[in-house]
């Protein structure tokens, strides 16, 4: 039985120090609201910490993702590659700009891209793969690029989850042609909704500067900075509009400060988890690779309480999610790591496909399981969840 009161502890939680809410002060006084000063702040403080040469932000990474394959020609006719365990926008960015989505199963081990099926999706249509940092644990990257460079393809890293994610030193988001990270409130520096999209490509840099700008060939803060700010900007390309505010660049900006505290405080809550639930068969957590550092966007396990097969997933899945139910009784709040996007109906019906088509993507999707983990989590909170995970075990 549970030796403490009851708790609620939430899957993830927004902390923000007082001074960063503060932050959104200053542009909202200075009566520049819009993309400017702070924006670029941002910018210039997560080019320092990722070692990105040039960062551009943008409304979410769903539009950066979007916006990165626009700028690469990605059109009807054209075939992506996206791992069939993620969040569905990897996939719907494809979908937006009239192209193919061509999904890759995953590997069980790390829920990403698995490597070795990416020769046979390759048709003389593949023209970019979007490989996903998931939870934060990187791509194999070296593979994806020594691929993508054979075939000539486009690489779109979806780094939503990736802050603090190192592979052999790198920062992701600096491998592939571009990478996109998310500041959606689960992640761990959040802007509300906004992106930033990263690349080492000067050329790329510029036309995504542009296109998030309506394709304006000079921003609106370089124009009232320049010698005649009363003339309008030329325009060469039919953007978007996926500029982010400086309200929300300015509490990014702000968190930044404290990005390197923020990454050790997610690893130290996730060894905590991990040592204490080294002999639980029957949980997996996180694995760890030799050459990542994980970033911890979340702590993805799966659920095993029997060997996972393709005829043994439904049944752990029931099991599951009567273990996730028991937990929720209890305040503690769990999800599924992320869903198999394929089994979604909008992917099945069009692709016409089978949850078995991609048994490691169908497998995670329904024995996965997310514990609660975010900067600002107490002692108490974590020996919490500990100690009733623990107890399902008995
Ligand atoms: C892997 C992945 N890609 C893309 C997104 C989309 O990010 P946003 O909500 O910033 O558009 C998310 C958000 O959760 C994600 O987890």
């Given at each position: 039985?549970?030796?403490?009161?009851?708790?609620?502890?939430?899957?993830?939680?927004?902390?923000?120090?007082?001074?960063?809410?503060?932050?959104?002060?200053?542009?909202?006084?200075?009566?520049?609201?819009?993309?400017?000063?702070?924006?670029?702040?941002?910018?210039?403080k997560w080019s320092a910490f990722t070692g990105a040469k040039h960062s551009i932000a943008v409304t979410s990474c769903t539009t950066g993702l979007h916006l990165s394959l626009a700028a690469m020609g990605i059109e009807p006719g054209d075939e992506v590659i996206v791992p069939a365990f993620t969040w569905i926008a990897t996939a719907n960015v494809v979908e937006h700009l009239g192209a193919k989505v061509v999904f890759c199963d995953i590997d069980l081990e790390t829920f990403n891209l698995d490597v070795a099926k990416l020769e046979t999706l390759l048709t003389p249509k593949t023209k970019a793969i979007l490989p996903v940092h998931l939870f934060g644990m990187a791509a194999d990257m070296q593979t994806v690029n020594v691929f993508a460079k054979a075939n000539k393809l486009w690489v779109v890293e979806d780094a939503a989850c990736g802050f603090g994610s190192r592979y052999h030193g790198d920062h992701v988001g600096?491998?592939?042609?571009?990478?996109?990270?998310?500041?959606?409130?689960?992640?761990?520096i959040t802007t509300g909704e906004g992106g930033m999209i990263t690349t080492q490509d000067d050329e790329l840099a510029a036309k995504l500067r542009r296109l998030r700008d309506?394709?304006?060939?000079?921003?609106?803060?370089?124009?009232?900075?320049?010698?005649?700010?009363?003339?309008?900007?030329?325009?060469?390309?039919?953007?978007?509009?996926?500029?982010?505010?400086?309200?929300?660049?300015?509490?990014?900006?702000?968190?930044?400060?404290?990005?390197?505290?923020?990454?050790?405080?997610?690893?130290?809550?996730?060894?905590r988890y991990d040592e204490a639930f080294a002999k639980l068969a029957w949980l997996r957590t996180p694995v760890q690779q030799i050459g990542y550092e994980h970033g911890y966007q979340s702590y993805p396990c799966l659920f095993q309480p029997e060997s996972i097969r393709p005829d043994s997933v439904s049944r752990i899945n029931e099991r599951r999610n009567v273990w996730m139910d028991k937990l929720q009784k209890l305040g503690i709040s769990t999800r599924p790591a992320t869903h198999?996007?394929?089994?979604?109906?909008?992917?099945?019906?069009?692709?016409?496909?089978?949850?078995?088509?991609?048994?490691?993507?169908?497998?995670?999707?329904?024995?996965?399981?997310?514990?609660?983990?975010?900067?600002?989590?107490?002692?108490?909170?974590?020996?919490?969840?500990?100690?009733?995970v623990l107890e399902s075990a008995s």
């Open positions: 039985m549970s030796s403490t009161a009851h708790m609620n502890v939430p899957i993830a939680r927004t902390s923000l120090l007082e001074s960063e809410i503060q932050s959104v002060m200053e542009p909202l006084r200075s009566g520049w609201l819009v993309q400017g000063p702070k924006v670029r702040e941002f910018e210039d600096t491998l592939g042609d571009t990478g996109v990270f998310s500041f959606h409130p689960r992640k761990a309506h394709g304006a060939a000079m921003s609106d803060l370089q124009r009232h900075l320049g010698a005649r700010p009363y003339l309008l900007a030329d325009h060469p390309d039919a953007g978007y509009n996926q500029r982010m505010t400086d309200l929300q660049a300015a509490l990014g900006s702000a968190q930044m400060d404290r990005a390197s505290d923020i990454v050790l405080e997610r690893r130290q809550l996730a060894q198999a996007v394929h089994m979604l109906t909008f992917y099945r019906d069009k692709y016409k496909l089978k949850p078995q088509d991609f048994p490691n993507a169908y497998a995670a999707n329904d024995c996965s399981i997310s514990l609660p983990l975010f900067h600002g989590m107490t002692g108490e909170e974590q020996d919490y969840v500990i100690e009733h």
